[in-house]
């Protein structure tokens, strides 16, 4: 692993945790955007620009348009609320840094070949063939991604709608 791979997935990990436990929705959303962004330039270094395109298009452009939009109609907290919600969010994921870390150092040990050039898929092939056959990690990983977005704004309109009553 070089340096510029180190500090991708260095940026990814603080991102992601910045859009997890940062108090302002907007500046989450742009932590995600962010994050996003990262997990392209890692998906094209693996060779896997078809899942980097939708990456990109999706995940970093138009889920973070709807999360802007979500945020955009609902109220904005208090002082009070938004110190409250971050206390609350300290003491329901405390744990996460301390699994990222134990799972780095897990992973640091196993040695796994990093020839990518040898999951290369020819340019003659249909799209179809090669998502299907040659790269289903990327279909799980981005379906993933999708559900992450999907949960994340039903969970901003519950929030919202249960406020209002």
């Not at 962010?34 to 980097?52: D, K």
């Not at 208090?78 to 799972?103: C, F, G, M, N, S």
Request: hydrophobic letters at 55%; charged letters at 15%; aromatic letters at 8%.
């Amino acid at each position: 692993m070089n340096t510029l791979d180190m500090i991708l997935l260095i940026t990814m990990t603080v991102t992601a945790l910045w859009a997890v436990l940062g108090r302002s929705l907007l500046k989450a959303t742009i932590a995600l955007a962010v994050t996003s962004a990262v997990i392209t330039i890692l998906m094209f270094r693996l060779n896997s620009p078809l899942a980097a395109v939708f990456e990109l298009s999706v995940c970093t452009g138009l889920i973070t348009v709807v999360f802007v939009s979500t945020i955009s109609l609902t109220r904005p907290l208090t002082h009070q609320e938004t110190i409250d919600r971050t206390k609350d969010r300290i003491k329901r994921y405390w744990y996460l840094p301390v699994i990222i870390i134990i799972a780095g150092v897990a992973l640091s040990f196993v040695k796994m070949p990093l020839d990518f050039a040898a999951t290369h898929v020819p340019v003659e092939q249909d799209v179809r063939s090669v998502l299907w056959n040659s790269r289903q990690l990327d279909i799980f990983g981005q379906i993933a991604i999708i559900l992450a977005g999907v949960f994340g704004v039903v969970i901003l309109f519950k929030r919202g709608h249960n406020k209002d009553d």
